[in-house]
């Protein structure tokens, strides 16, 4: 059961648009409508983003956006902020109350 | 208010056995599943587990079973975590979350475990 996959890194300039990808295969990402995005300052407890693909909690920007195709799910942050700089981490279900994690993108703001 | 309190620091030596903990509140403690992250130092996250506190039923994730236990004491709105025989592979910050569905919603603040002779 690998993890699922994400980039290292990304970065971008305040005000710029920039997407994180995330990609599993049939039996996780591509089979349930159940992607969740979290951000983790340093030192902090990661925060619940995005939840059942594109749903956002309460008090979440809509700055921040998910969606997903196929095998791959992507969360967009839109006007990049100074704030925005953390690490982000998908996580799908993958049935039978099993959870597959992502490996975590480096967000740098510019 | 939903809140998940984590149990406090801990430095072990290797071989030694610890449990922590994480107490709910703020919610019906019975109705959700909690699980336990891993972070180890620089690392990202890992999913160790989860147990449903009304009847304890609990499901490991693929590196941790047989290395952990997983409980919880639905009478005082606590779930545990806990090693008999510590690593020093073990040293990392753990975090306990409430799961919604197939997301966790709410973290508590981590307890960071240190291992070392």
């Known amino acids: 059961q690998s993890a699922l996959t994400q980039p290292p890194s990304a970065s971008g300039s305040p005000g710029q648009s920039l997407t994180i990808s995330c990609t599993g295969a049939?039996?996780?990402?591509?089979?349930?409508?159940?992607v969740s995005w979290y951000q983790q300052h340093p030192d902090k407890a990661p925060k619940l983003l995005i939840y059942?693909?594109?749903k956002r909690p309460s008090g979440v920007p809509d700055r921040f956006s998910g969606s997903k195709s196929g095998n791959t799910a992507s969360l967009t942050v839109s006007g990049l902020q100074a704030e925005d700089e953390a690490d982000y981490y998908c996580?799908?279900?993958?049935?039978?109350?099993?959870?597959?994690f992502g490996g975590g993108t480096k967000l740098t703001v510019l | 208010e939903v809140q998940l309190v984590q149990s406090g620091a801990e430095v072990k030596k290797p071989g030694e056995s610890l449990k922590i903990s994480c107490k709910g509140s703020?919610?019906?403690?019975?109705?959700?599943?909690i699980g336990w992250v891993r972070q180890m130092p620089g690392k990202g996250l890992e999913w160790m587990g989860i147990?449903?506190?009304?009847?304890?039923?609990?499901k490991y994730g693929p590196s941790f079973q047989g290395q952990v236990t997983i409980s919880a004491d639905k009478s005082i709105t606590t779930a545990y975590l806990q090693w008999s025989s510590l690593k020093a592979s073990d040293t990392a910050m753990y975090y306990c979350?409430?799961?919604?569905?197939?997301?966790?919603?709410?973290w508590g603040q981590g307890t960071l475990v240190t291992v070392s002779s």
């Open positions: 979350a409430r799961k919604l569905d197939h997301h966790f919603d709410y």
């Open positions: 703020g919610y019906s403690f019975t109705s959700y599943w």
């Open positions: 147990i449903y506190p009304d009847d304890s039923d609990t």
């Open positions: 049939s039996s996780d990402v591509g089979g349930y409508n159940y």
């Open positions: 059942a693909v594109s």
């Open positions: 996580i799908s279900y993958a049935g039978r109350n099993n959870l597959r």
